[in-house]
């Protein structure tokens, strides 16, 4: 059920089906391949990414909500001076992408905490990385580029170009940043909504089964000075 909107920054959601789309471009942007910026290089050392997205419609108990995470965000922060010129290029393969693990769903709890069948997930993660989604085969990683960053000393903003599926979106993204011990860690938790990354939620059944439009993302980065 669904489509993925995903991240991030980050992101991006799924379900077990989805419309078809529009011609894509013929190759996917080059973006994120360093940061434009001067300042001390740091290289992201862990991570944690999680795209809860939810069922909707007068059917949606025929649905199931679904949990996207992944640990293996990788790339570089330039740290500047002060914070607001700093950038960053971090990247995401789609094949790290995990829908529904059963030990992240009962972390989650709540609307999450039932585990699905593993017909299930594996069938909602092939659609999530179909043609029709995400395209991995066109476009194996998504890419996250800081445009620029606001705010301070504590609480950001950045404008982040997302490459996703061979095309680009720029996102407003709150975040937290703190600095200390020479360990940076950076934190994002905001709502999106389909339409933010040029996709369309599934629909059935005239609406009456559906993916609803708007996802909440979680990302959490740390990185250390140099590589």
């Keep these: 059920m669904g489509k993925f909107l995903w991240i991030l920054l980050p992101l991006a959601v799924a379900g077990c089906a989805a419309p078809p789309r529009g011609p894509a471009p013929a190759a996917p942007p080059a973006h994120a391949t360093a940061p434009a910026a001067d ?77 699905l069948p593993d017909r299930d997930r594996d069938a909602t ?54 600095v200390a011990d020479g360990r940076l860690v950076a934190r994002a938790d905001l709502q999106l909504t389909h339409a933010d990354l040029g996709l369309d939620p599934y629909t059935v059944a005239l609406g009456a089964l559906r993916v609803r439009d708007d996802f909440e993302v979680e990302l959490i980065v740390e990185a250390r000075r140099g590589s």
């Design 39 to 115: 300042g001390e290089a740091w290289r992201v050392t862990d991570s944690r990414l999680a795209v809860r997205v939810y069922r909707d419609g007068p059917m949606q108990q025929l649905g199931h909500n679904h949990l996207i995470t992944s640990h293996a965000l990788a790339g570089e922060i330039r740290l500047g001076e002060p914070l607001t010129a700093s950038r960053f290029a971090l990247r995401l393969p789609l094949d790290s992408l995990v829908v529904d693990d059963t030990g992240e769903r009962a972390r989650a709890g709540g609307d999450f905490a039932a585990p």
């Design 125 to 178: 993660r092939r659609n999530l990385l179909g043609e029709r989604v995400l395209d991995a085969a066109r476009q194996s990683e998504i890419l996250l580029t800081a445009e620029s960053i606001s705010g301070g000393p504590a609480d950001f903003e950045a404008q982040v170009r997302v490459s996703l599926a061979g095309a680009e979106h720029v996102l407003a993204v709150p975040f937290t940043l703190t």
